[in-house]
């Protein structure tokens, strides 16, 4: 059994800053990519950032250069650290990793968090 748990969502002004953590726990044997969904209302859940093993990075055009995307591999965790936060970003947030199992450790399991809001106020 694998969970992700989140944390650090909440409300903000404009021009703010918050930062998310997820931390994976669980059967894991090791982590493949591990990144950030956002889902707006009445919008499709978007791709925010992404970090591989291998330690590259991909973040959506939306949010370069304002949210910076790391991991601490010891603590199976990734963190979203997001400056300059405007209104537009307001959503819930969904943390997203590619687990190897230590049941099934050749084939990689996609596992969602639960999901935390960020509310970002004009």
């Known amino acids: 059994q694998v969970q992700l748990v989140e944390s650090g969502g909440g409300l903000v002004q404009a021009g703010g800053s918050l930062r998310l953590s997820c931390a994976a726990s669980g059967s894991i044997f090791g982590i493949n990519a591990m990144g950030w969904y956002r889902q707006a209302p009445g919008k499709q859940r978007e791709l925010v950032a992404v970090t591989f093993s291998g330690g590259s990075t991909n973040y959506a055009d939306s949010v370069k250069g304002r949210f910076t995307i790391s991991r601490d591999n010891a603590k199976n965790t990734v963190y979203l650290q997001m400056n300059s936060l405007k209104p537009e970003d307001t959503a819930v947030y969904y943390c997203?990793?590619?687990?190897?199992?230590?049941?099934?450790?050749?084939?990689?399991?996609?596992?969602w968090g639960q999901g935390t809001q960020v509310t970002v106020s004009s």
């Open positions: 997203n990793a590619e687990i190897y199992t230590v049941v099934v450790p050749t084939i990689p399991i996609t596992y």
